[in-house]
Nanobody, 124 residues
């Protein structure tokens, strides 16, 4: 089975940081670009960032610039989302997805593989 699993969510205080993991099984991350999305209560899902697996080029949503980054552990077939300076508005379910990283926008329909999300709650 081809699967993605996001993990590492929890309760974080405002101003703190989070590091979420995205682990793939049944396929190799190198075969796909990877993106992180999130969905806050009552809102549409929005993209955070994506990374091209071939050349490492990345695209960030405006709100994520300077606060978010992506890293990899190839031995574990895992990618990580690091976000800093968290605010209550960052409270959401966070998802990772595998597909095609456009460098002009984050488009959900470019990502055929999705994992279950992980809840992040930022307290004020």
């Amino acid at each position: 089975d081809v699967q993605l699993q996001a993990s590492g969510g929890g309760l974080v205080q405002a101003g703190g940081s989070l590091r979420l993991s995205c682990t793939a099984s049944g396929f190799n991350f190198d075969d796909y670009d990877i993106a992180w999305f999130r969905q806050a209560p009552g809102k549409k899902r929005e993209g955070i960032l994506c990374i091209n697996s071939d050349d490492g080029s990345q695209y960030y949503a405006n709100f994520a610039k300077g606060r978010a980054s992506i890293s990899s552990d190839n031995a574990k077939n895992t990618k990580y989302l690091q976000m800093n300076s968290l605010k209550p508005d960052d409270t959401a379910v966070y998802f990772c997805a595998a597909g095609y990283c456009r460098l002009d926008r984050l488009a959900e329909d470019e990502y055929p593989i999705w994992g279950e999300g992980t809840q992040v709650t930022v307290s004020s």
